[in-house]
């Protein structure tokens, strides 16, 4: 065949274009499997085992702590961008404060949190609520409900509590102004709250 | 123009060695943050390596017109081979595609452009190839039959 002599005629010209076309043909496998994995990593990383604990403590004040576990199965580090936390009962009944903020917490991304790869980080709030305005208020929300025929105490109170964890997978660069569909694909935003559970 | 079974099968050969840098550079377009290695949206750089992708079809095919050709043929292969890639999370690991009639608009907003840098850098290569080649033989033929110096 003609085509093939002229390829061995011009062998070395032959093996570099061999190996230009080989090097994009593996950088294309080894892009689109970094995709994949990455896709597969927004479904795979989850929140888990939400646990909220009220406790009257012996001077009378009210201790809530939180608890909630970041489950990072994938091979990519997950780099904290922020998370959040509040605590609070809703309280339908009154006329001027519908909800009676218990406890709030934020962390920026300062914070320099990773959560490695194949591993799981249990973040941890507490809040001790001591102010005898709020105390008053949680009682006034329990005497009134007892009115209604629910019987709560500091301890059963149905806690509305809420958790978001944004967060970057892996040490892909994020920080694109314009195409902001750069940065969803590798962002983490997870929420959970008492009444949906996790999102 | 006509095209032989010799013509077809080097066509052929050119496309599919020639499409790999046109899938890469569609593909690392779209997410310049995840591919390696990353032309980082250098639209100069594109331009360079379709020229490169058009240079070697203008230097071992014998037809210049041919070698021009190769380039409309290994640029849409190329660029299919982009669309496949991109959509490997969904097809190989069965994800679910949330808007799939936007998720493939957004591809082809995005890179469409490319197509005329990876069209215009593969005429330029071919026929910088096809100088090259005519460059290389003109030089030989010199060195075979040209005058002998005592």
Redesign the interface.
């Given at each position: 065949?003609?085509?093939l002599k002229?390829?061995k005629k011009?062998w070395f010209?032959?093996v570099l274009?061999?190996a230009?076309?080989?090097f994009?043909?593996g950088?294309?496998f080894?892009?689109?499997?970094?995709?994949?994995a990455?896709?597969?990593a927004q479904?795979d990383i989850t929140l888990e085992n939400p646990v909220l604990d009220a406790e009257e403590l012996v001077n009378g004040s009210l201790r809530l702590t939180f608890s909630i576990e970041v489950s990072n199965p994938t091979r990519f580090a997950l780099h904290l961008y922020t998370s959040s936390w509040t605590v609070r009962i809703v309280n339908s009944s009154s006329q001027t404060e519908g909800t009676i903020t218990l406890g709030t917490m934020y962390m920026g991304p300062t914070s320099f949190l990773n959560v490695s790869g194949h591993e799981a980080y249990t973040f941890e709030f507490e809040s001790i609520v001591y102010e005898p305005s709020t105390l008053s208020n949680i009682k006034g929300f329990i005497n009134y409900s007892a009115s209604e025929g629910d019987d709560y105490t500091l301890e059963t109170i149905p806690y509305e509590n809420e958790f978001r964890f944004i967060g970057m997978i892996g040490e892909?660069?994020?920080e694109?102004l314009r195409e902001s569909?750069?940065s969803d694909?590798?962002t983490i935003d997870l929420r959970y709250t008492s009444s949906e559970g996790t999102q | 123009m006509k095209i032989g079974r010799e013509d077809a099968i080097a066509l052929v050969l050119v496309t599919l060695l020639s499409s790999t840098p046109i899938a890469f550079m569609s593909f690392d377009f779209m997410f310049p943050n995840i591919s390696t290695p990353s032309l980082e949206k250098n639209l100069l750089a594109v331009f360079a390596i379709s020229a490169l992708a058009g240079m070697a079809p203008g230097y071992l095919l014998k037809r210049t017109d041919l070698a021009m050709m190769s380039v409309m043929t290994y640029t849409p292969v190329g660029y299919m081979l982009a669309v496949l890639l991109y959509s490997a999370p969904y097809t190989i690991y069965n994800l679910d595609l949330l808007l799939p009639g936007f998720y493939y608009t957004l591809f082809f907003r995005f890179t469409m452009v490319l197509l005329f840098l990876f069209v215009l850098g593969g005429f330029v290569g071919a026929v910088f190839g096809s100088l090259v080649r005519d460059s290389i033989r003109r030089e030989e033929t010199a060195l075979t039959f040209g005058p002998k110096k005592d």
């Open positions: 065949m003609a085509f002229r390829v011009h010209s032959s274009y061999l230009f076309s080989l994009f043909l950088a294309c080894f892009s689109a499997n970094t995709y994949s990455v896709v597969q479904r892909f660069q994020h694109y569909y750069l694909l590798v | -």
